[in-house]
């Protein structure tokens, strides 16, 4: 079912969903089912798989020289969708990223989509490799995520790449994209990143997913403005619980988010790791309870492959 029809269905109750990321390359799928296990009992409609970005590994040829390979750590998110639907009869909601992909790649991707029943994708940009000042979209790929949701569109009404398909067998994806609250990093304002979900919303995406957020006003405030601008679909809030003193500093750098005085401040009373994550399950409780005081179609939570956190959240808001 899409994530849309999940929201219809539920008329107005909030509902519990959560992403998790690929194990490794080299290890086991069970440590991921092993993490999904105890998050199964609030019935997460759907479960979001991300995909990572390709890398630049640099192996010693032992003559003193390196040679530059270019890798994806963590492969298998349409497999992983696979099993994880197959496994717990919940939809999965692959990412599908601009960087790193041409849009043939991305078409056939959409057709093992198509034939494996995932009628859900994420459509992203993704970010800059880690040794490119911006972003750089591979050759005969998408360059942001608003073209990448036109492809997607195109596929729907039968429009491939290099033909038109006149079929009864259409793909009907439904289209989520992302939206940030405190904007995205190389956008020059909210208002005009506000402008550039527009294009998105414009192209054809069917719901929003929030980047993460520690202060609730932030999400309003978004929102708000959102539906001013026409943003109509449904605007999913995206939850992460802090689990470690590094957080403070690794979360405001990476999404250039801003944490709020009184989280920061008990983090630092905080005398070991198991008093942080307590920390942060509890700051994560409050803004989930009043996120769905507010009616939120979903709480959609950050699981970073650990669900400990996330079960005892769940298990005080749903
Ligand atoms: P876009 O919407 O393309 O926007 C990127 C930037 O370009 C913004 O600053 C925007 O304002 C600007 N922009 C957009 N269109 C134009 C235009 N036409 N001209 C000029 N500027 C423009 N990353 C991963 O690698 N894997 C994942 O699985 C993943 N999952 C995510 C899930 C969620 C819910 C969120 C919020 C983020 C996720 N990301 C993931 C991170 C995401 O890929 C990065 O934040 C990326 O830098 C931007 O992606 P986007 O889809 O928002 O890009």
């Given at each position: 079912?899409?994530v849309t029809?999940?929201?219809e269905n539920?008329?107005?109750?909030?509902?519990?969903?959560f992403e998790?990321?690929p194990?490794q390359k080299?290890?086991?799928?069970?440590?991921?089912?092993?993490?999904?296990?105890?998050?199964?009992e609030?019935?997460?409609p759907?479960?979001?798989v991300?995909?990572?970005r390709?890398?630049?590994i640099y192996i010693d040829?032992?003559?003193?020289?390196?040679?530059?390979?270019?890798?994806?750590?963590r492969p298998?998110?349409?497999?992983?969708?696979?099993?994880?639907?197959?496994?717990?009869?919940?939809?999965t909601v692959?990412?599908?990223?601009c960087g790193?992909?041409?849009?043939?790649e991305?078409?056939?991707m959409?057709?093992?989509?198509h034939?494996?029943g995932?009628?859900?994708?994420?459509?992203l940009?993704?970010?800059?490799?880690?040794?490119e000042?911006?972003?750089v979209?591979?050759?005969g790929g998408?360059?942001?995520a608003?073209?990448l949701?036109?492809q997607i569109k195109?596929l729907?009404?039968?429009?491939?790449?290099?033909?038109?398909i006149?079929t009864?067998?259409?793909?009907d994806?439904c289209?989520?994209?992302?939206g940030?609250?405190e904007?995205?990093?190389?956008s020059?304002s909210?208002?005009?990143d506000?402008?550039r979900l527009?294009e998105k919303?414009?192209?054809g995406?069917d719901?929003?997913?929030t980047?993460?957020f520690?202060d609730?006003?932030?999400?309003f405030?978004?929102?708000e403005?959102a539906?001013e601008?026409g943003i109509?679909i449904p605007?999913?809030p995206?939850?992460k619980?802090i689990?470690?003193?590094r957080?403070?500093?690794?979360?405001?750098?990476i999404?250039?988010?801003?944490?709020?005085e009184?989280?920061?401040?008990a983090?630092?009373k905080?005398?070991n790791?198991a008093?942080?994550?307590?920390?942060?399950?509890?700051?994560?409780?409050q803004?989930s309870?009043e996120?769905?005081?507010?009616?939120v179609p979903?709480l959609?939570?950050?699981?970073?492959?650990?669900s400990?956190?996330?079960?005892q959240i769940a298990?005080?808001?749903?």
């Amino acid at each position: 079912m899409k994530v849309t029809e999940h929201i219809e269905n539920a008329k107005g109750k909030t509902l519990f969903s959560f992403e998790i990321i690929p194990p490794q390359k080299g290890k086991s799928i069970q440590e991921l089912y092993d993490n999904i296990d105890p998050l199964m009992e609030f019935n997460p409609p759907f479960i979001d798989v991300t995909t990572s970005r390709e890398e630049y590994i640099y192996i010693d040829k032992g003559n003193g020289l390196l040679d530059k390979k270019l890798t994806r750590m963590r492969p298998g998110t349409l497999g992983i969708c696979a099993s994880i639907k197959h496994k717990y009869n919940v939809d999965t909601v692959p990412h599908l990223l601009c960087g790193g992909f041409t849009k043939e790649e991305t078409e056939y991707m959409l057709v093992d989509c198509h034939y494996l029943g995932i009628n859900n994708v994420m459509a992203l940009r993704g970010d800059a490799m880690k040794d490119e000042q911006s972003f750089v979209p591979k050759a005969g790929g998408n360059h942001y995520a608003v073209d990448l949701v036109k492809q997607i569109k195109d596929l729907n009404c039968g429009q491939y790449l290099h033909e038109v398909i006149d079929t009864d067998n259409k793909a009907d994806f439904c289209i989520g994209v992302a939206g940030y609250p405190e904007k995205h990093l190389e956008s020059p304002s909210l208002q005009s990143d506000l402008k550039r979900l527009k294009e998105k919303v414009d192209a054809g995406a069917d719901y929003v997913v929030t980047q993460m957020f520690f202060d609730n006003s932030k999400y309003f405030a978004f929102v708000e403005k959102a539906r001013e601008m026409g943003i109509t679909i449904p605007i999913i809030p995206g939850i992460k619980p802090i689990a470690v003193q590094r957080h403070l500093q690794v979360l405001p750098q990476i999404f250039r988010i801003d944490l709020p005085e009184d989280l920061i401040d008990a983090v630092d009373k905080c005398k070991n790791n198991a008093e942080i994550k307590q920390v942060g399950i509890e700051w994560a409780i409050q803004q989930s309870l009043e996120l769905k005081a507010a009616g939120v179609p979903f709480l959609h939570y950050y699981s970073m492959g650990k669900s400990e956190n996330i079960r005892q959240i769940a298990s005080q808001v749903f």
